[in-house]
Structure formats: structure tokens, C-alpha cells
């Protein structure tokens, strides 16, 4: 699929990858008029006076697909936890290690990434692709402007493939379901899970990973990260306060309540286990979502909230990280 090539949509709802493999990047007149509709009536169905995480998100990686209730939501968090932003950053590349020991040193070849978030540096298949370009992926999210901007995660490379599914991670039979099309679940899957969990109340998280979980092959593997009031209490609760004011459900789980998602499902963690998302294998390697080249004095021009984007991760210290990571095996 060529970088300016509107994606179609199929009767999931999720766009049509049948253009991943190359075999065509052109479309016709009539496809053309018809994604260009899709996307205006995706656009309709956008909420753009309330804030939504992967907008949220976005605004913390100093992406431009966010509106201004989503600033004034980082706004708030950042507020309450002026170093927050790192918490979102050091996430990100947390993923990047992850994907990158899996699809290196466990030889995964499949991913479905539920709650995707806007298209960034670097996404899944980027990573994964680079390694094994016969890779698979398949996201998943359920705010309609993140299908908008699908086609930037539909890139796959000849050999591999991606696809885009619009269900939210409460519904985890539609995502199965749909992600068939494109995994082959008698072979090991790379569940991700990153920074998702907390928007769902216990009564629902646990039923659904173990549901999700349960569907995966032997040798699958599970990447999670979820916020935690352990680490640094005050900052990350005084967050957390902002986000249930605006309509989120947002549980800070405890490192043993994290556990659970592990032990009730009979994963076997990887070295190291859970921990801070800062020492999780940390390889130093560029931060992908570091904005470089700013002058002193066009920083001084931006507001907090731009300015997060030129700090490295590599300045963080423990006090500024609220978030466990790990990567567990299904036996």
C-alpha cells in the first residue's frame, strides 16, 4: 500500500490489507470515492469535546492528531506529575525492546497489539518487520480517529502482513475472531498489551486477558505495561484523579495485582520479571520518540506540555517512572 493510497475498508470494519502484499497499489475511481466517504464518516463519529487515551497518548509523544480537549487532559496529568511525559516515552520503548527480543531471540513471527494508539516511532510492525519481514501483525483499537490514520500502520513489507481491527478490549470475541483472518493461531502469537489495562475496572480486565490468553497457542507470549501507584504514589494518584474527573475508568494496580494477569493465566515471566519499564533489558539505544535539534530559545517559546518531546528518556531516574513492565511465555 503506497503511503498516499486511502485504505478501504472491509465488512469488519477493518481496513482491507489485500494490497500488503504488493500484487497493487493503485485504486480505482470507485474505491478511491468510497474510502474517501469511509473516512469522512469515520471523522463524524470522532468526539473531539472529550479527551480520549490514545489522543491523550499522542499529545505526550508530540504527535498532531489530538484535539484540545486531549491537550488540556495532558495538561492537567502533566500538572500533577510535571515528568509524566516520561512515564508515556519510556513506555513506548519499552515496546521496542520487547518486540525486538521476541521477534529476534524467541523467533515470533505473529503480534496482535490491542489498544494501538495513533500511528508513531516506531510501531510494531516496524520493528518487527525489520527483523523478520515475513511478520504479522494485527492491531487493534477503538477510537474511530486511530482507523483514520490506519493506512500508516498497513505498510507491511511484501513478505509480512498487517491488518487494523475497530473493537474495543472489552470485547475480546470479536477481536479473536477478527484477528483470525490474518494470525494462525496454531502457531505463537505476541499478545501486547501496553499501557491498556488500567483503563478497565478488575471486574473486567482479569476475565478479559485470561479470555485472550486462553486462545493463544503454546510458546505465545503476553508483553504488558501498566501504570502503578507503587513506585512513586503521590504524582502517579494525583494523575490518575485527572483522569477519573474526565470520565475515565483508571486503576493503579499494585506489582502483585499486575501479577495476577501472569499467574491466573500460567505465564512464565521472562528475565527480568516485572519491573520499572526502565530496566526492563535496557539496550540504550536512540529514543525514537525524542525530538531533536530544538534551539534554547524556540524551547523557551513552547509551553510545558511541547516541551516534554525534547527530553530524553536517558534523563530519567527512578522517581520519574510509574509503570511495570514484562514479557511472559505460555508454556
Known sequence: MSADTPAATSATGAPDTASDTGASDAASDTGASDAASDTAGLRQRIDTTKAHPARVYDVFLGGKDNYPADRQAASMALKANPRGHLD???????????????????????????????????????????????????????????????????????????????????????????????????????????AVLHFIEDEE?????????????????????????????????KVADTFRKRGFSFVLRRREEIGRFLSDNGLEPLEPGIVPSRHWRPDHAADATEARGAAPEHLEELDHLDQGQYVSIAEATDEDVNIFVTVARKP
Open 88 to 194: 508515556v516515552r519510556h513506555n513506548r520503548d519499552f515496546v521496542r525492546r520487547a518486540v525486538t527480543a521476541l521477534a529476534g531471540e524467541v523467533g515470533i513471527r505473529q503480534f496482535l497489539d490491542i489498544g494501538t494508539g495513533l500511528p508513531t516511532q516506531q510501531n510494531v510492525h516496524q520493528i518487527a518487520q525489520a527483523i523478520a519481514p515475513d511478520s504479522q501483525i494485527v492491531y487493534v483499537d477503538n477510537d474511530p480517529i486511530v482507523l483514520v490514520h490506519a493506512q500508516a500502520l498497513l505498510t507491511s513489507g511484501p513478505q509480512g502482513r498487517t491488518d487494523y481491527i475497530e473493537a474495543d478490549l472489552r470485547d475480546p470475541a470479536k477481536i479473536l475472531e477478527a484477528a483470525r483472518r490474518t494470525l494462525d493461531f496454531d502457531r505463537p502469537i505476541a499478545l501486547v498489551l501496553a
Open 205 to 237: 480486565a482479569y476475565p478479559v486477558v485470561r479470555q485472550l490468553v486462553e486462545a493463544l497457542p503454546s510458546g505465545s507470549h503476553l508483553v504488558l505495561s501498566h501504570l502503578s501507584a507503587d513506585l512513586n504514589p503521590v504524582p502517579i494518584n
